[in-house]
């Protein structure tokens, strides 16, 4: 059921909506804050220079053994709890053919998601599954593709395809592999890749702890990695997402261990009042408008997606704050991110930490078996 409110919103323009929101907020059109970049959301710890560029991903190596390790570690079959499967770390790292660690868990693979589009050569010969999982959960350097409305799925596709659809730091590699992935897919591909995740119910997978203090960590691929157990490092208004098992996670790439977000004290509570009211205050008697707009209104009242606007709920808060950030600046600047761009124009850094710690705190409903 799409309610009333949304269906007219689909008659007219995206943009003219946008532009209306926009006013209502008092907020002047099209001009990006100068706020600076939340680096820690695209996984680097200094700004980039000017010209920097992002190094392309080569295409996934030939499957062979890596010379630095020992050949027995490489090929000795390895195994997860709660799955009969057996792949080695050739397996693994092979991402033209995705590993299964549980095949039963979703809908038949095809082809797109196990082995990449038809079309895919060099970077672009790489498996769905390879960087978003089998199951669609992503990881935060990547996007949690399943659950989503097919409709919002083709949708960012066809915005990377036509190029509408950058991230803010032109360092990081893989959204421009996403980018030539989408080129090199055919409308086919895209529409089996949009109902096989779209399929997949989105399930917790995101573990939120407040703490002023995070373990140190080390950076792989854009990736947070605690290297330690103890946490000894200010948190610093930033929010570091680490898997909860390094070896789960990257080792084995097991699809049922989650990440932990370590986010600042205070800001689930900051977050869910901008999330409900938009900061909307009352004062003498009179409503304040506040910074934004409650996010309920458009992603649904459980914030779990509705009609063609995604699922926020229960996601990885950097890759949120990535994504509000490319609003802000304007790089995501896709059909329908006009909707988006009054919501994200006066947020400041510590709004959007304290919208994404609690939005990624909101436990998705669970899932009900036949539906
Ligand atoms: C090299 C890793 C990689 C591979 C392989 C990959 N993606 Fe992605 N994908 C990304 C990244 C990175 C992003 C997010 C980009 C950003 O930060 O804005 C993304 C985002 C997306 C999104 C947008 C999600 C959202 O919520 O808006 C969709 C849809 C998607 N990918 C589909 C696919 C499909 C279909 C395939 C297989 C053909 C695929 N991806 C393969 C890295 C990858
Ligand atoms: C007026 C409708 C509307 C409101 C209100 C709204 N959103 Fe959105 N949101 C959208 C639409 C439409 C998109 C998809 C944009 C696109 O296609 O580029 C979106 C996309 C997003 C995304 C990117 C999701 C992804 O998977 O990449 C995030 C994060 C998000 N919204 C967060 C919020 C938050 C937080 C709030 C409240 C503070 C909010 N939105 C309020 C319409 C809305």
């Known amino acids: 059921m799409i309610p009333p409110h949304l269906i007219r919103i689909r008659q007219v323009s995206r943009p003219v909506i946008g ?18 970049e939340p680096l820690w959301a695209y996984g680097f710890l200094t700004p980039p220079a000017p010209g920097d560029k992002a190094v392309p991903q080569g295409a996934p190596g030939p499957r062979g053994l890596r010379a630095n390790q020992d050949a027995a570690e490489q090929t000795k079959p390895r195994h997860v709890e709660g799955s009969s499967a057996a792949f080695s770390l050739l397996d ?21 998601v196990a082995h990449g589009p038809a079309a895919g050569t060099g970077n672009t010969a790489r498996a769905c599954a390879s960087c978003h999982l089998s199951n669609g959960k992503g990881r ?7 659950g989503q409305p097919a409709a919002y799925f083709l949708r960012q596709l066809q915005d990377f395809r036509n190029d509408t659809r950058h991230t ?5 590699p893989n959204p421009a592999t996403m980018i030539a992935l989408a080129k090199a897919m055919t409308d086919d591909e895209m529409k089996a890749a949009a109902d096989y995740f779209g399929a997949i119910k989105w399930t917790p997978w995101i573990r939120v702890v407040e703490t002023d203090l995070v373990p140190k960590t080390r950076i792989s691929g854009n990736l947070f990695i605690a290297t330690e157990k103890t946490r000894t490092e200010p ?11 390094e070896e789960q996670a990257e080792t084995l790439r097991n699809p049922h261990s989650g990440f932990i977000a370590y986010v600042p004290v205070g800001s689930v509570k900051r977050g869910e009042n901008l999330v409900k009211t938009g900061g909307m205050s009352i004062v003498d008697g009179a409503i304040m408008p506040g910074k934004t707009l409650a996010c309920a209104t458009c992603h649904g009242p459980d914030l779990m997606g509705l009609a063609d606007i995604p699922g926020i709920a229960g996601r990885s808060p950097s890759y ?14 896709g059909i329908s991110s006009p909707l988006m761009q009054p919501i994200v124009l006066n947020l400041t850094g ?5 919208i994404a710690a609690y939005v990624a705190s909101l436990a998705p409903p669970p899932v009900v078996a036949g539906k």
């Open 92 to 112: 693994i790292r092979d991402a033209a053919n995705a590993i299964d660690w549980f095949p039963n868990e979703h809908p038949p693979m095809p082809a797109v």
């Open 19 to 36: 532009l209306v929101l926009g006013f209502m907020l008092g907020a002047s059109w099209l001009h990006a804050t100068g706020e600076p």
């Open 140 to 146: 935060p350097e990547n996007a949690p593709v399943s």
């Open 350 to 354: 510590d709004d959007m930490v304290a």
């Open 168 to 172: 803010a730091d032109p360092r990081k």
């Open 320 to 333: 949120m704050v990535r994504q509000l950030y490319d609003l802000q600046q304007g790089t995501r600047k």
């Open 235 to 245: 948190i610093a208004g930033r929010i570091i997402e680490v898997p909860e098992d």
